[in-house]
């Protein structure tokens, strides 16, 4: 895809002002009492589907928690982001406070050891699925040194366009507060870009082999060969064809943009245009 954009267009271009900085001086690695590799952690910005690699993770033997919601998000790991993410994204650009650090700390090891109570012997390895946790990637990593984060991300003409804007409305403010008079598809690629171009530094200057990112539309033209690419990077094993063929279907919402106002869309991608071409 190739994208225009006239020169004097505002782009979004600060990734740095979703994530804290973690001097590691000021966290410890949280003890897991299990040797079955993880966390394997799913997040993206919400509406992406995320749902569907949570299924293909399942079934491959991967444990995602036993208080699961009906979109397959670990329920005590949404509740550790409903109490965390605002706070801990305020302070982005700064080094938090000690206070604020120990609190989600002392937090997290009661919810992962909630968790692992109830990882099953056969388990390959241990993870969960909250779309959220793509706003605590830095901390996850600095409590948890063997995280594998699995970034999933959708075309984000595509996110302007979803019924679910729930991220919008909970952290648009915080950190797209000057988008606050523009039309809703407009605030959320400016929110989409944000995050995901984050999320996509982090996993490459810091994780490395430890972060995949991951394409709805990929999943969708080429299941199989990205089931596949899942399986390696979270350690399963699996028939990626038989799972791919029951948990992938492509739904009739995808590319639903090319239906928009060429106006509306002309206007998401100068301000997106950064993230639309990166990824």
């Given at each position: 895809m190739r994208l225009r954009v006239p020169a004097h267009e505002t782009r979004v271009t600060d990734p740095a002002a979703v994530y804290p900085s973690l001097p590691s001086a000021r966290t410890d690695p949280l003890p897991l009492a299990t040797t079955v590799p993880g966390p394997c952690v799913i997040g993206a910005t919400g509406g992406s589907g995320t749902r569907v690699v949570a299924g293909i993770a399942?079934?491959?033997?991967?444990?995602?928690?036993?208080?699961?919601?009906p979109?397959?998000?670990?329920?005590?790991?949404?509740?550790?982001?409903?109490?965390?993410?605002?706070?801990?994204?305020?302070?982005?650009g700064e080094a938090p406070e000690k206070e604020l650090l120990g609190g989600m700390q002392t937090d997290l090891e009661h919810v992962v050891q909630?968790?692992?109570?109830?990882?099953?012997?056969?388990?390959?390895?241990?993870?969960?699925?909250?779309?959220?946790s793509i706003y605590l990637v830095p901390f996850f990593d600095a409590t948890m040194p063997s995280l594998r984060f699995l970034h999933f991300l959708r075309d984000g003409r595509d996110m302007a366009f979803s019924e679910n804007q729930n991220q919008l409305v909970r952290y648009g403010d915080l950190?797209?507060?000057?988008?606050?008079?523009?039309?809703?598809?407009?605030?959320?690629?400016?929110?989409?870009?944000l995050v995901n171009s984050a999320a996509a530094d982090y996993g490459e200057t810091r994780l490395g082999d430890r972060y995949l990112r991951v394409r709805f539309e990929d999943l969708c033209a080429e299941p199989a060969e990205t089931v596949r690419r899942i399986y390696d990077f979270f350690g399963l094993e699996g028939d990626a064809e038989a799972i791919a063929a029951a948990e992938v279907r492509p739904p009739s919402t995808l590319a639903r943009w090319t239906s928009k106002s060429p106006r509306t869309i002309s206007k998401l991608e100068q301000l997106g245009e950064p993230a639309l071409t990166r990824f």
């Open positions: 399942r079934e491959s033997g991967m444990f995602i928690g036993a208080r699961l919601n979109y397959e998000d670990a329920v005590a790991f949404g509740e550790y982001s409903d109490r965390w993410i605002d706070r801990f994204v305020e302070r982005a909630d968790h692992l109570a109830e990882l099953p012997p056969e388990a390959r390895a241990w993870g969960w699925k909250e779309p959220r950190l797209v507060d000057d988008r606050r008079r523009e039309k809703k598809p407009v605030r959320s690629i400016a929110l989409w870009s």
